[in-house]
């Protein structure tokens, strides 16, 4: 999941890469509209949050 631009007055670029082979569920405000959520089903919740000013800067830093 990538958001451009999500914060207001800022220019960034914010990514999340979830590491699971199983199913997973994100609950984009669906159940309370504050609130994200983010599950899956077997193993563990390895979740990676990268923010960067630009794109390019994100896939660099990924790589």
């Known amino acids: ?3 451009m631009n999500g914060a207001p007055g800022y ?3 914010t990514a999340t890469f979830i590491d ?3 199913q997973v569920c994100i609950d984009l405000g669906s159940t309370n ?3 994200i959520g983010i599950g899956v089903r ?3 919740l390895d979740t990676y949050i990268l ?3 630009q794109a390019s800067e ?3 830093y990924a790589a």
């Open 20 to 22: 699971n082979y199983s």
């Open 42 to 44: 077997f193993g563990d």
């Open 51 to 53: 923010s960067a000013d």
């Open 58 to 60: 994100l896939i660099w």
């Open 33 to 35: 509209a504050g609130n």
């Open 11 to 13: 220019a960034n670029v």
């Open 1 to 3: 999941m990538i958001e």
